[in-house]
């Protein structure tokens, strides 16, 4: 009998957006959870003429589109038999990662996310920062 693969949960970066707008759309069977620090730093890309700020423009176009409820409540699947997105908003940064880098960053609250993420998923679903 095959054996099924577990799930993963995918947690993005601002640059994997900035570089696939359709990037979530790559994930299949898999979740995907943006940070709101990644859709507050998209922001600040959507203004210019470069590929990266079309790529800013058209994910915000595709997020709005979404249900905005279901996206910070549990997620939106992305189809029959695939994952779902939703956009988490942190609680602050972790302890440990305050310890280990002290400032707040962008950066530092996205892998503050992942952290997170990961504790509460304990050994249940593998957690994957891209």
Same mark, same amino acid.
């Given at each position: 009998m095959?054996?099924r ?5 995918? !947690? ?5 957006? /900035?570089?696939d707008?359709t990037?979530? @759309?790559? %994930?299949?069977?898999?979740? $995907? ?5 990644? !859709?507050?730093? /998209?922001d %600040?890309?959507? *203004?210019?003429?470069?590929?990266i700020?079309l @790529? ?13 409820i279901? /996206?910070?409540?549990?997620? #939106?699947? /992305? ?5 779902? #997105? *939703? ?7 972790n302890?440990e ?11 530092h *609250?996205?892998?503050?996310v992942?952290?997170?993420? @990961?504790?509460? @998923? ?5 957690v $994957?920062l891209?």
């Open positions: 095959a054996q693969k577990t799930a993963k949960v995918f !947690i993005l970066d601002t640059n994997v957006i /900035l570089h707008a990037c979530i @759309n790559q %994930f299949q069977e898999h979740d $995907v959870i943006i940070p709101l620090t990644v !859709i507050e730093e /998209l %600040f890309f959507k *203004r210019g003429s470069q590929v700020n @790529n800013a423009r058209e994910f915000a176009r595709m997020l709005d589109a979404m249900d905005s279901a /996206l910070f409540n549990g997620g #939106v699947p /992305l189809g029959k038999g695939r994952g779902k #997105v *939703r956009i988490l908003i942190p609680r602050g940064i302890d990662i305050k310890f280990l880098f002290k400032e707040d960053t962008p950066d *609250r996205i892998l503050s992942a952290s997170e993420v @990961n504790k509460k @998923n304990g050994k249940k679903r593998p $994957v891209i």
